[in-house]
């Protein structure tokens, strides 16, 4: 059975500062995993997804993940936050070809000016 | 290029009224259709899917129904709305293709308080 664990609730960086939101993920089978971002009131948008390519997965806006079967996560990083960046991070796990996607509980994101 | 519509943005209904939201996708046939919804301070919960037309499954019991009446439409009813129902409502759809049916494109939402 797949789950997905976000080790933070509440992240909150200084504007210019790295960001990491942290993921852990179970799974039976070969993983398909996402990151997707939501801002207040609005809908999903996908940041990026790993699909058993490249273990580093670049996204949309500066962000990156790493894939580390070892480990079983999927943490999500920036080199430098910005301002536009507050919002709401959900990591996805699924099986790949699968119709079920299983969403962690979010990690709210707070940048400090 | 694909898009997906959902309405409306947001909805104010009593306890014990109706509930019709819809969802519609363009650009694209036989999508997978999703419905979910995020309770305050959680993730997101699949409520039903749909692989195609009249074809419905639920994944949680309550006190919601969702069709497809069409291949690009999917409507969330509810005949007598509680105040559980609150929350924000998610449309998404997934392309038919087995390389990319897990990679799902998500509609703006409707928030949706039951008073």
């Known amino acids: 059975a797949q789950s997905v664990t976000q080790l933070d609730s509440h992240v909150s960086v200084s504007e210019g500062t790295p960001v990491l939101l942290r993921c852990n993920y179970s799974s039976s089978y070969s993983p398909s995993l996402f990151w997707y971002v939501q801002h207040p009131n609005k809908g999903l948008q996908l940041l990026l997804k790993y699909t058993s390519a490249a273990t580093l997965v670049k996204g949309i806006n500066g962000f990156e993940a790493e894939f580390k079967k070892s480990e079983t996560s999927f943490h999500l990083t920036k080199p430098s936050a910005h301002m536009s960046d507050a919002a709401e991070y959900f990591c996805v796990v699924s099986d790949t070809g699968a119709n079920n996607l299983f969403f962690g509980t979010g990690t709210r994101l707070t940048v400090i000016p | 290029s694909q898009t997906i519509h959902q309405w409306p943005a947001t909805l104010v209904q009593p306890v014990g009224s109706p509930l019709s939201l819809e969802c519609t996708v363009e650009g694209t046939s036989n999508p997978n259709l999703y419905w979910y919804r995020q309770a305050a301070g959680r993730g997101l919960q699949l409520l039903f899917y749909?692989?195609?037309?009249?074809?419905i499954s639920s994944e949680v019991p309550q006190n919601l129904s969702a069709s497809r009446p069409q291949d690009r439409q999917f409507i969330l009813s509810s005949k007598k709305l509680l105040l559980s129902d609150s929350g924000f409502y998610l449309c998404?759809?997934?392309?038919?293709?087995?390389?990319?049916?897990?990679?799902?494109?998500f509609g703006a939402g409707t928030r949706l308080s039951v008073l």
């Open positions: 998404a759809w997934s392309p038919d293709l087995l390389s990319a049916k897990n990679i799902q494109y």
């Open positions: 749909s692989v195609g037309i009249g074809q």
